[in-house]
């Protein structure tokens, strides 16, 4: 497009904006109108898109950071003929694909889900990532950021991560209104602020007058030829441009113009201008290719190993069958022990240093890109990514996650390192699968089943070496569990996972030298959970008691009693968990101190059957 039709396109931008928001009576227009410009000359010089085929691989990738200003999105959609002028007055409404803040749940040219700020450029990472990596595609990937957001500490370490690999293919364009959602933003319209820092990463600037639509063009000419560094586009605009009673204006952020028909004649009035949009050139993007046939490592029961170093041989295995598996490490992989999938595909393989936020981001932009992505660090270091996972789920993205070094049983490194809270806030996100093995062989099949479950998938694994419990070619299926002990004298279920499963197999055998009969549940799947069989053992023995090396809140013992929340009268139930908070000690030490070792399991048993003991 010249000038003047680009200056026209940004003008029906702002209109629709408007009337989409009116049309809602809530949303954000003027966040919408300072990007307008920004988005038109995108949308009609330089990206190239077939919207007919969203997986294109060749089409270069949009993601809309500051997503509350969907409206604009929704009216570039409108521009390009995707979206018709009576769905694009349905934003908002109850059914509609137009939801306050872009999901791709909804609309297939959304990338990732947006709105929780600062996320879109640490994912933008990760598919520029891909695509210089992985994909070897000429694809660009274009981030609209807004000043706001840029407070965010996700966005400076992809910035970071940015230009330590040189993603000369991502090209962040920073819409810097100056206000924010109570005032001003924190440089205001201090461009030099802005460039000073993203070019202390690595980065190449261009600063840029955000309405001048010539200079924003060749801004964007600049970064498409700029080798070995990202490009940000900084540029200088106004919230509610083009409106006199909104532009530049504090209190405006978040509400629909109060008049909107004035607003919409001042500008010009509606407009029908249709952008075809550039197609991407052909592309072929050829995953490694892998055997197909898992052949997952085996071990021997009465082997000991650590859940940790099973995790690290069979997603290395995993990785040989299957060319789509890749591995985020978070500079703990010599202890996760993910560097076992590093020596056998280093191609595949992504050193996120620590960085948790950036590490899940990245591996939900490859999962965007076909690729099927396991993350890994310490259980106790998810927590700083939590929102990350929480908006994957909202995207429908599908990732795999590894906690290692959970629980007290890590020992002496103390509560900082240990993960307490892992099981409750993963099974807290929607859709999410949650699996704890206790043992080598369980840990290796579960490895390779969560490379074909939809969703957010966790496994969390162990420091310390463990028995070998199953022989190689037992069967784990998620939502499953094993009984590992059971008779019809039962008098008590014993309900444990991981670490626990050991020490209740060890209390069920002091009890049963006492005459008390104990079932001993392996509840490897926490969800979703085996609720038949926690049911037929309530029935059977009348009570049951949960052990686990988490805290109490949210975990194995909420999982157990969330199988009774049908209406059927709940058994009598005991909750084994660490309930202070843990020093350092030998591992040994920690399950006895917090009360979840096989002594304190066999005391509660006790108490629980109501057997008398016998000095």
């Not at 204006?249 to 010009?268: I, T, Y």
Request: charged letters at 25%; a negative charge; one cysteine or more.
């Amino acid at each position: 497009m010249n000038t003047e039709e680009l200056v026209e396109l940004g003008r029906q931008l702002r209109v629709d904006s408007v009337r989409s928001a009116a049309a809602a009576g809530s949303g954000h227009p003027t966040s919408s109108m300072s990007a307008a410009d920004l988005m038109a000359v995108l949308l009609a010089n330089h990206l190239h898109y077939d919207f007919e085929r969203p997986d294109h691989p060749g089409n270069d990738r949009f993601i809309l950071s500051k997503g509350h200003a969907s409206p604009l999105l929704y009216s570039a959609y409108k521009a390009a003929g995707v979206v018709d002028d009576e769905e694009l007055l349905t934003f908002r409404r109850l059914g509609s694909r137009l939801e306050g803040h872009p999901t791709p749940r909804r609309l297939p040219w959304i990338e990732t889900a947006t709105g929780s700020l600062g996320q879109g450029l640490p994912v933008g990472v990760g598919i520029a990532l891909a695509g210089k990596r992985l994909d070897r595609a000429a694809y660009r990937v274009w981030v609209l950021c807004g000043d706001s957001e840029l407070a965010e500490g996700s966005v400076w370490e992809a910035a970071e991560h940015a230009g330590h690999e040189h993603l000369d293919n991502l090209i962040a364009v920073l819409d810097v209104n100056r206000l924010g959602q109570r005032g001003p933003t924190r440089h205001g319209h201090d461009l030099d602020a802005w460039a000073r820092r993203f070019e202390a990463f690595g980065w190449h600037t261009v600063q840029v007058d955000g309405h001048d639509v010539d200079a924003v063009d060749r801004a964007y000419r600049e970064a498409a030829v700029t080798r070995g560094r990202p490009t940000a586009v900084i540029a200088r605009t106004l919230k509610g441009r083009g409106v006199a009673d909104a532009e530049d204006r504090e209190g405006l952020h978040g509400k629909p113009l109060q008049d909107s028909d004035g607003a919409v004649a001042e500008l010009g009035g509606a407009g029908t201008l249709r952008v075809r949009v550039q197609e991407p050139p052909p592309t072929r993007s050829l995953h490694t290719v892998g055997t197909g046939q898992v052949e997952l490592p085996r071990w021997k029961p009465g082997e000991q190993v650590a859940t940790r170093d099973a995790f690290g041989r069979a997603l290395a295995a995993l990785g040989t069958a299957r060319g789509e598996v890749v591995a985020l490490d978070g500079e703990v992989g010599d202890s996760t022990r993910a560097e076992a999938f590093a020596k056998e595909h280093p191609e595949r393989y992504f050193e996120c240093y620590i960085a948790e936020q950036q590490m899940v981001a990245a591996a939900v932009g490859m999962a965007t890109r076909g690729w099927l992505p396991y993350a890994v660090t310490f259980a106790a270091f998810l927590t700083r990514a939590y929102d990350f996972v929480r908006m994957a789920s909202v995207s429908g993205s599908g990732i795999n996650l590894v906690g290692s070094h959970a629980g007290v049983a890590i020992g002496r490194d103390g509560p900082s390192q240990m993960g307490l809270e892992d099981l409750a806030m993963m099974r807290a996100v929607h859709g999410s699968t949650v699996l704890y093995p206790c043992d080598a062989n369980q840990t290796a099949q579960l490895v390779a089943a969560t490379a074909d479950l939809d969703g957010i998938r966790y496994l969390r694994t162990s420091r310390g070496g463990s028995e070998v419990l199953y022989g190689p070619d037992e069967e784990f299926p998620v939502g499953g569990c094993k009984v590992l002990r059971s008779s019809g004298r039962d008098r008590m279920t014993v309900v444990a996972a991981g670490v626990t499963v050991p020490e209740a197999l060890a209390a069920a055998d002091a009890l049963d030298q006492e005459g008390i009969q104990v079932r001993v549940i392996d509840l490897y799947s926490v969800k979703p959970v085996d609720a038949a069989t926690l049911r037929g053992a309530a029935e059977d023995t009348g009570c049951l008691l949960t052990v686990e090396d988490h805290h109490p809140e949210g975990g194995l013992g909420d999982a157990v009693l969330d199988a009774f929340t049908d209406g059927r009268p709940v058994p009598r139930l005991v909750r084994l968990a660490v309930r202070t908070m843990p020093g350092s000690a030998a591992p040994d030490e920690q399950l006895h101190a917090a009360g979840i070792d096989a002594e304190s399991i066999a005391v509660a048993g006790r108490l629980l059957v109501e057997e008398a003991v016998v000095p």
